[in-house]
């Protein structure tokens, strides 16, 4: 009797779960008072809106389990208003610290990315940073390849999928198949940026730069003279890109040559997560 | 103590003829081959997620179960009405209390060590270990939390039905599991007397978030501090005996009718 209990629980837990994502969801409206909710057709979408919305929601959690497991299994600080013998008693067997999975062991944190996927075939930036780690220190640049070419089936408009094809192929060394990914981005980009405005500025300097350094390797300075100059625009306190820019049209020579810049940039991001502050 | 024994021995008895755990372990046993067969993008020789998830699986079957087992006991015999020739007997109510808990409590630690087996089993097919001393600490915290649900669903059970009981352990199980650990975080965005209720959940509910040495398990931590698994012990000892005397406070007055439980 007691596991039917369990199981009307869990069945009713459900229900309120995906209904208070939906609830919870910047696009919600659609559940107010009044609205299109009364028809038997529409009845059937808000049950599916509410289930996707719960999707999103499990994506999500999936995905913030591949951190945790990335940091071995150490949470999120959170400020306390008070210690008590509890806490004290929580925090001695919990583990504790800055640490992180290294070389393949970053494979392990794969699972948790490929689930998020599979609970929201639209979380890209799962997708994204799976393949971010498969091609680097998992040392599994083919199953990188793998996962990009389904977050595209998936995905076929998002920019940040070509963005990280195009990573990807500079990784491998494909000068050409890097420069018509970053193409394929930036035009995405300027049809649909996404809803984060600054992670898209950033996003979109990150393809400008690489876009740029390329156009310089092949020899095209005007071209790149134009990335970099759409770089000052959205951040015009980049002192880098502005000196970069006087030594190309003064000298036509940059200080660094662009591939040394190149492989500067992609050893940067490599390591941003050795930094302390985070 | 013989007759408190008797009495475990009876509700372990029952557990090997109902299919409570039969059930639990084929369901744990079919959610791990699952995850096992699992292409994730095509990469082979991971357990992280494998450990985590299943230690999850198999805390969730033990709870299911705990609750289960225990909630049912004194209802069960009072509907069937064997409660009167039981206490016709040279039988304390505070022997059938703790004897109930008590083989409530083992059938569910025991059944807790089969999934564990299981679990490590899988892991190690799939190329992995876990900590053998981690383990035997995950083991023992995890009795010691079983201990405590245990006494709280027999408390409940004193003057409940078996579903009415149950329900009540389980959101009372899961609300102390869920809400206490995030009280130190949640006070400072609280005021008046949402604060104070807060503060009177934060130390009336059981901790059992102490119990959980999942984390370290999963991922190659060292083992805890014995002294620190000592004290939590020691905690969920004192937990246990405070709903086992609300319950038997319950209890002892308690007048049984014919069919009042049906």
């Known amino acids: ?278 | 103590m013989i007759r408190i024994l008797t009495l475990a021995w009876l509700v372990w008895l029952e557990m090997l003829r109902r299919k409570d755990v039969y059930v639990l372990f084929i369901l744990l046993a079919a959610f791990l081959a699952t995850l096992m067969a699992l292409n994730l993008f095509g990469l082979g020789q991971v357990v992280s997620y494998l450990k985590e998830i299943g230690l999850l699986l198999a805390w969730v079957c033990s709870w299911i179960l705990a609750v289960s087992i225990s909630t049912r006991q004194l209802p069960q015999e009072e509907r069937q009405g064997t409660i009167f020739p039981l206490l016709a007997k040279p039988v304390s109510r505070v022997e059938v209390l703790l004897g109930k808990w008590l083989g409530a409590w083992i059938v569910a630690g025991a059944a807790t060590l089969v999934f564990y087996a299981l679990l490590a089993l899988v892991v190690v097919m799939r190329g992995g270990a876990f900590g053998g001393v981690v383990l035997a600490q995950a083991w023992l915290l995890h009795l010691g939390l079983l201990g405590i649900i245990t006494a709280l669903g027999i408390a409940f059970s004193t003057r409940l039905n078996a579903d009415a009981a149950s329900v009540l352990t389980y959101v009372a199980t899961l609300a102390a599991w869920l809400v206490l650990p995030r009280v130190p975080d949640l006070v400072l965005t609280a005021r008046g007397a949402g604060q104070t209720g807060l503060m009177v959940i934060y130390y009336a509910l059981p901790h059992l978030e102490l119990f959980d040495l999942r984390h370290r398990l999963v991922y190659g931590w060292p083992p805890a501090s014995s002294a620190v698994v000592l004290w939590i012990l020691v905690y969920g000892l004192l937990m246990t005996a405070v709903f086992l005397t609300l319950g038997w406070l319950a209890y002892r007055n308690k007048r049984f009718t014919r069919g009042a439980m049906l």
């Open chain 1, 1 to 278: 009797m007691g596991i039917w209990v369990a199981l009307v629980l869990a069945i009713l837990w459900g229900a309120a779960f995906a209904l208070a994502c939906r609830l919870t969801s910047p696009s919600a409206d659609g559940l107010m008072p009044g609205d299109e909710t009364d028809s038997p057709a529409t009845a059937g979408s808000v049950a599916i809106k509410a289930l996707s919305a719960s999707r999103a929601a499990t994506g999500n959690q999936l995905y913030e389990a591949a951190d945790r497991t990335f940091h071995m299994g150490v949470g999120v600080y959170r400020r306390q208003a008070f210690t008590s013998w509890f806490t004290r008693l929580g925090q001695a067997i919990e583990p504790g610290g800055h640490v992180h999975l290294h070389s393949e062991g970053v494979n392990e944190l794969v699972p948790w990315l490929y689930l998020a996927t599979r609970a929201d075939p639209h979380n890209v930036e799962a997708y994204v940073v799976a393949s971010f780690w498969l091609a680097g220190e998992g040392g599994r640049p083919d199953l990188a390849e793998r996962v990009l070419k389904e977050a595209r089936a998936n995905n076929p408009k998002d920019y940040r999928v070509y963005l990280e094809k195009g990573r990807l192929a500079l990784k491998k060394g494909a000068l050409a198949e890097a420069a018509r990914a970053f193409d394929a981005a930036g035009a995405l980009w300027k049809r649909d940026s996404g809803p984060d405005k600054a992670q898209a500025q950033l996003d979109r300097t990150e393809m400008l730069i690489y876009r740029g350094l390329l156009y310089e390797e092949d020899g095209d300075v005007p071209r790149a003279l134009t990335c970099y100059r759409e770089i000052l625009v959205l951040f015009p306190g980049r002192v880098g890109i502005r000196e970069r820019l006087t030594e190309l049209t003064e000298t036509g020579q940059p200080r660094v040559a662009p591939a040394a810049m190149r492989q500067a940039i992609m050893f940067q991001r490599q390591h941003v997560c050795e930094r302390e502050d985070h």
